[in-house]
């Protein structure tokens, strides 16, 4: 879709929208299930990136404490732990600005270990170039998550040392490799609609369409250069973007990411309904909060719906 029909998706009477949006759903998933996703920090803070609403950067007076890398072994028995309470999906993220080549084994040994628990396996890692990315296609990583957070005309508004082409070139380089992309953005950072409808097109020109498609709601994050960030994105624009996603990208897992803690469960269901299928599923997401196992489980429950198999 071009960007003007896309921003006619956003122009919809909202409940036509969400009615086109369930519509492609059906046509393409299980009715009533919902993926579980699990996400765990695996080297914390000291990050020399400028992200407007990462608490992780060095260069910011944030409530994250820097922590090392994590051993492998570590890792995985996180990993072992999300496996048990159901989660299907473990995803591993890194604050840093690039992956650098010493660290490969440790993160190929990761992925290893994790695969092996038959869970699907997901990084983010920062910057990454084909070598690496081919490398870590070998150990057995599915996805690799790099979020375009924005569109490309508000994203020197967010972010200063990384451009948005360093993104795309990682997106490119992941593909390149055969694995599978995660790639989305975040909503409430002061940008317009004709942003988020940018997000998406940005997202629609990547080779190949995004298998997953996060949609985080900003957390603001005391020190953090967003963290009165003005305005907060309106519910409904919120859900009309999960709708115009799932319409977008009809085979992809529309994620439903950070700021779940900031929305009841009304929201939440809403959201689902128009076209959220994954959720990330524990007690944090890196560095912010999410609602717990169970109330997760008991709203599932209370839907109607289920944890999608393994």
């Not at 765990?40 to 990462?54: N, R, V």
């Not at 820097?66 to 996180?78: C, G, I, T, W």
């Amino acid at each position: 879709m071009t960007r003007t029909e896309i921003a006619g998706l956003f122009e919809l009477p909202f409940f036509e929208l969400l009615h086109r949006a369930r519509g492609v759903h059906a046509r393409f998933f299980p009715e009533g299930e919902v993926q579980l996703s699990t996400l765990l920090s695996i080297k914390t803070g000291a990050c020399p990136e400028d992200c407007g609403y990462c608490a992780q950067s060095a260069r910011y007076e944030t409530p994250v404490e820097a922590e090392p890398l994590m051993d492998p072994q570590a890792v995985v028995a996180e990993a072992r732990k999300a496996a048990a309470t159901g989660a299907t999906r473990f995803c591993m993220g890194a604050g840093w600005r690039r992956l650098a080549d010493r660290d490969l084994p440790a993160m190929e040994a990761m992925v290893r270990g994790v695969k092996a628990l038959g869970l699907e396996t997901c990084m983010t890692l920062g910057m990454m170039d084909s070598g690496q990315a081919c490398r870590l296609k070998e150990a057995g990583l599915d996805y690799y998550n790099h979020n375009l957070d924005t569109s490309r005309e508000y994203y020197p508004q967010v972010v200063g040392t990384r451009t948005y082409d360093d993104r795309v070139d990682t997106l490119k380089a992941v593909r390149g490799a055969g694995i599978k992309v995660c790639s989305g953005g975040i909503l409430g950072m002061g940008e317009s609609r004709a942003d988020r409808v940018g997000l998406l097109h940005e997202l629609s020109l990547l080779p190949g369409s995004p298998e997953s498609v996060p949609i985080n709601r900003l957390v603001p994050i005391p020190g953090t250069p967003l963290a009165a960030a003005k305005p907060l994105v309106d519910d409904f624009e919120f859900v009309r973007t999960i709708a115009a996603a799932r319409i977008l990208f009809p085979r992809a897992h529309v994620r439903l990411s950070a700021g779940r803690e900031g929305m009841d469960d009304s929201l939440q269901a809403l959201c689902l309904y128009a076209g959220a299928n994954s959720i990330f599923y524990g007690e944090r997401l890196l560095t912010t909060g999410n609602p717990q196992v169970e109330h997760d489980l008991g709203l599932l429950k209370r839907l109607d719906l289920k944890p999608e198999a393994a």
